[in-house]
């Protein structure tokens, strides 16, 4: 089994001893803890980027750790572990979800897309629009606001700013919202 961070102590905010907060990345904090430390690993049966797998892990681990450690599909960013940010997004059968809160169990059954899957027959009309409209700075947000965005023009085409303030509530700490915008923009056919 690989190593997996535990939904219980992510969620409980459980560290192992004798780490501590500020010794190490966040991601190294959960270093150690398996599915198998509670003694409630179960198999998982998921669907992701169109590859169905059977998982050991808990019921409860975050989607957002068994894409990563389980699947090694690093594309998807933690950012906040509490679905504020947004860099941890995917699509949940075709709909923008936060997989950081969302217990693997949840998505059982379900077609789970990550950004490596959406872009897997090669880059995207939005993802292009990112290039021409040099979107990304550091970068680190850009996965979930591209899923973010993806999902929206699926059902929504040609979104207005007040459709695009609701449903992409992701954070670019980096601040390119008038860039993002403009990408949008250049995809909807309505100008920067």
Known sequence: MHKARSGVAFHAGIVPSPVKWGDKPPEALYDGLSASDTGSAMTVQ???????????????????????????????????????????TVHVNGEARRSCVTPVSAVEGMDVTTIEGVSANGITNVQQAWIDHQVPQCGYCQSGMIMAVTALLKTNPKPSDDDLKSAITNICRCGTYPRIRAAIRSLTGQGA
């Open 46 to 88: 998921l669907k992701v980027n169109g590859v169905t797998r059977d998982l050991d892990v808990e019921p409860d681990a975050p989607l957002l750790w068994v894409i990563r450690d389980e699947l090694g599909l690093t594309g998807t960013k933690f950012g906040c572990g509490i679905a504020a940010c947004g860099a941890c």
